[in-house]
């Protein structure tokens, strides 16, 4: 009779626990960041909700692990317009002020290579950035474009680091 009621108990947890477990997945704000999280969920990426941040873009992060870079994280932000979602990966390289003229001369040779990212120098840490910025036409397909654009950021930042690791301090 004992064994009964704790499997009687067992049950009833594992049964609440289960009907309260979609209340702990991620609810995007946005319709855009919602697609774009289906759309990640569809393909069984991971992925980290960091919600609205202070300039009212939701954020995600996505990180993969490159050919050349160990890994690769990449910030989405989606617009509260919701007509635009960018994409960072900060610090692809820091390098050495020294090293300013051959980097910035790398840089513009990258982006003269690459027609969808944009390789930038940051002279206040001495880094290198990707970004990507696209626009969104509409909500229920921005997951995929989006999801388009993250394989292209992700691929072109490990290319680039890639070119760019002699410079790497």
């Known amino acids: 009779m004992k064994n009964r009621k704790w499997l009687v108990l067992l049950l009833t947890v594992v049964l609440m626990f289960s009907l309260s477990a979609p209340a702990l997945a991620v609810k995007a704000q946005y319709p855009t960041t ?8 569809s393909k069984d990426m991971k992925y980290k ?3 609205v941040d202070q300039d009212d873009d939701e954020e995600v992060t996505v990180s993969f692990e490159g050919d050349y870079m160990d890994t690769i994280k990449v910030e989405v932000f989606f617009d509260e ?3 635009v979602v960018s994409m960072r990966v900060w610090d692809v390289i820091a390098f050495k002020e020294e090293d300013f003229f051959d980097v910035l001369k ?3 040779e990258l982006n003269d290579q690459y027609k969808f990212i944009n390789f930038t120098v940051d002279t206040d840490d001495w ?7 696209a626009p969104l036409r509409d909500c229920e397909e921005a997951g995929e474009i989006a999801f388009d654009g993250l ?3 992700m691929m072109i930042a490990d290319e680039g ?4 690791a002699k410079f790497a301090s």
């Open 81 to 83: 317009d919701l007509d």
């Open 49 to 51: 909700y960091l919600g």
């Open 34 to 41: 919602a697609s774009f999280l289906e759309y990640l969920d």
């Open 151 to 153: 394989y292209y950021i």
């Open 161 to 164: 680091y890639d070119v760019l």
């Open 127 to 133: 880094t290198v950035t990707a970004s990507l910025d």
């Open 106 to 108: 790398t840089v513009n």
